[in-house]
Nanobody, 121 residues
């Protein structure tokens, strides 16, 4: 599976962005999908995950209630709607695919190239 993330940009605090991640290759619906982020000088951290059907989701406490993950298995895409953005959300955001239900980055097999999100105060 090849993943490509896009949709990042510069936004003011309180604003919104929607990230998209498209997948090429077969069997996208066989993968659990996740979003991670990494700010300069920090570890890559879990943001959100979604199961194969899209019926179950999970979020980091820091984004719960502000971010929403969704997927479209017909379009081979996963999305991250980000509302109420804060300067602390500034990071490179990555989409990733796993074969198990996990929040651990090392257990995701495939990664997109990342898209920069910058939130100004």
């Amino acid at each position: 599976v090849q993943l490509q993330a896009f949709g990042g940009g510069l936004v003011q605090a309180g604003g919104s962005l929607k990230l998209s991640c498209t997948a090429s290759g077969r069997s996208f619906s066989n993968y659990y999908m996740g979003w991670f982020r990494q700010a300069p000088g920090t570890e890559r951290e879990f943001v959100a995950r979604i199961n194969r059907s899209g019926g179950s989701t999970g979020y980091a406490d820091s984004v719960k209630g502000r971010f929403t993950i969704s997927r479209d298995n017909v379009k081979n895409a996963v999305y991250l709607q980000m509302n109420g953005l804060k300067p602390d959300d500034t990071a490179v955001y990555y989409c990733a695919a796993a074969v198990i239900w996990t929040t651990t980055a090392q257990q995701y097999y495939y990664w997109g190239q990342g898209t920069q999100v910058t939130v100004s105060s």
